[in-house]
């Protein structure tokens, strides 16, 4: 079994050319957590590379459309480093950012944003010329649908949008150009909590199938989980992705029931693990909680845990930092997974 774990074992805790000329006034709640933010929206490339998740109208089986529209905002004032955000999807969907050389592996994308919103750029656009560009892998960045905006699944919304997201994936692999056994999930923060929901409840029945695509696996062929949350329970947990995903004082068993590491089992797809130890927002015990559950179902796991980096450094918050390395060490740990999937 294939292990490697960088930095101590256990830690001390601790192209937007839309701006618009007015800051929006958000909800206080949203404020006190977020800087400003003023209305943006998906590029012209972006909304010609959506593939809906579900049939028909776009709704999830026994969903209802969200009083308001989908909505996106800018948070940089810099318009060549964009930090976008989007909320009230009601219709979930793919982006796809292909290669121009394809290797004929394949990525689910789920950024992070606490469940409270999906961030786009940081965790999503800015990973294509690493991973698209120098790795070859066919991106598919998923816009899910958040739990507290009221929709019929609550919890289980944004795990029935990743099962399906992989399902269509890898239902037309290849007419991608894609090998259906190398489909890997790539999640951050909230995003790697779904992730690894995914990885370890692919096979919950969440609704019935709808179509010949729910009859495909859910199950990728390997995860990366990027500083992500995992524990819903304990003292580690992140309070406000565990208040939107379960609400202010979930029962301890269904916090529990909601924590990825408890579910591992032998059939985990292999993993691959990021944190930074200085992260103060998600502790790294979470990473090492997987890892730790990884290692007792005997699953292939690389950990890589870096000094500094803090939390949601993605792709471009790592200048002069060691964690700066953690992309290419992804794309020289994927190209492994060739010859461990089934």
Do not use: C
């Amino acid at each position: 079994m294939h292990q490697r774990v960088v930095g101590a074992a256990r830690p001390p805790r601790p192209l937007n050319p839309w701006g618009a000329a007015a800051w929006l006034v958000l909800s206080a709640a949203a404020h006190a957590a977020q800087p400003p933010a003023w209305p943006s929206q998906e590029t012209r490339a972006e909304q010609q590379a959506r593939i809906a998740l579900w049939p028909g109208d776009g709704l999830a089986p026994g969903d209802r459309p969200l009083a308001d529209a989908q909505r996106v905002f800018e948070r940089s004032r810099d318009p060549v480093v964009p930090d976008r955000y989007v909320d009230r999807v009601g219709r979930p969907y793919l982006v796809v950012q292909r290669p121009a050389h394809p290797n004929g592996a394949a990525l689910l994308v789920i950024p992070g944003g606490g469940y409270a919103r999906i961030v786009l750029d940081k965790e999503g656009t800015a990973l294509a010329p690493a991973f698209a560009g120098r790795g070859g892998i066919t991106l598919f960045v998923l816009r899910y649908r958040l739990p507290g905006e009221g929709h019929a699944d609550g919890a289980d919304a944004p795990l029935a949008d990743a099962q399906r997201a992989l399902r269509v994936i890898r239902a037309q692999a290849r007419q991608w150009g894609l090998d259906p056994h190398r489909i890997g999930v790539m999640g951050f923060s909230a995003g790697g909590h779904l992730a690894a929901s995914l990885a370890t409840r692919y096979g919950d029945a969440l609704h019935a199938p709808v179509d010949a695509i729910d009859r495909a696996s859910a199950r990728p062929d390997f995860q990366l989980l990027v500083y992500p949350v995992i524990d819903m329970a304990g003292p580690d947990a992140h309070a406000g992705s565990r208040r939107q995903l379960l609400g202010d004082a979930p029962a301890p068993e269904r916090a529990m029931a909601y924590s990825p590491q408890r579910h591992v089992d032998a059939r985990t797809p292999p993993a691959f693990l990021v944190h930074a130890q200085d992260d103060d927002v998600v502790p790294v015990q979470n990473s090492l909680s997987m890892y730790d559950a990884l290692r007792a179902a005997d699953v292939p796991v690389e950990m890589h845990l870096f000094p500094r980096g803090g939390h949601g450094f993605g792709v471009r918050g790592t200048n002069g930092l060691t964690a700066e390395a953690w992309p290419t060490l992804a794309l020289a740990w994927i190209d492994t997974q060739r010859e461990v999937s089934p």
